[in-house]
C-alpha cells in the first residue's frame, strides 16, 4: 500500500434536501478504499456564490487519511457525484453535491482536472471555517495559516446549522 496523507474534501449542496445529501456523501467518503475517516465538521448553511435564484447551500469539510493518489481520489469523488444524481448544467449553479479536494498533503499541482490547493479555498468562508473547526492550526502548502486566510476571505452569510463533529475510529 502507498503511503497514506491528509487530505480535506469540501462537500456542499443545495438540492434535494441537502443536509442529506452532505451525510450521504460523507458516509460514501467513508467508504472508499484505501481511505479513513479522521473528521469532520458541522454542517453550515451559507449563500450560493453563483446565481442567487438558487436556494442557500449545505456545506461542511471531511478530513481523511488516504493512499489514493490525487487524481485516483478525484475519480472516487467525481463518482459519488454521479451516484447522487450531479449534473454540471450551470458553472456555479445548483447541485446535488458537490465534493471539491481543498488540500492533498502538502501537494501543489494544476491540470487540467485537478488543481492543489483548491484554487478557491482560501477565498470562501464555508471552506475556511469548517476546516478551522477540525484542524483549527492548519497551514496551507504557501505558509499561510488558516487564521490568516479567513480574516480576508469573502463571506456568503454562513450560519452553522447542526453540530455534527465527531472524530471516527479506523474501520477494521
Request: glycine content about 4%; aromatic content about 6%.
Amino acid at each position: 500500500m502507498e503511503r497514506a496523507v491528509v487530505s480535506y474534501i469540501a462537500l456542499g449542496s443545495n438540492l434535494d434536501n441537502p443536509a442529506r445529501q452532505v451525510q450521504q456523501a460523507l458516509l460514501a467518503i467513508d467508504q472508499l478504499p484505501e481511505t479513513y475517516l479522521l473528521a469532520y465538521s458541522s454542517l453550515y448553511q451559507s449563500a450560493p456564490m453563483g446565481p442567487q435564484d438558487q436556494p442557500p447551500f449545505i456545506n461542511a469539510v471531511v478530513k481523511i487519511k488516504t493512499s489514493l493518489k490525487p487524481l485516483e481520489l478525484l475519480d472516487k469523488l467525481q463518482a459519488i457525484e454521479n451516484q447522487q444524481g450531479r449534473v454540471r448544467k450551470e458553472h456555479w449553479g445548483a447541485r446535488t453535491i458537490d465534493l471539491d479536494i481543498v488540500l492533498y498533503d502538502h501537494t501543489i499541482m494544476q491540470t487540467e482536472r485537478l488543481t492543489l490547493p483548491h484554487y478557491g479555498a482560501k477565498e470562501r468562508d464555508f471552506v475556511l471555517l469548517p476546516l478551522a473547526e477540525i484542524d483549527p492550526q492548519l497551514v496551507f502548502p504557501d505558509g499561510e495559516s488558516l487564521s490568516h486566510a479567513l480574516q480576508h476571505c469573502e463571506r456568503y452569510q454562513l450560519e452553522k446549522i447542526a453540530f455534527t463533529h465527531h472524530k471516527t475510529q479506523h474501520r477494521s
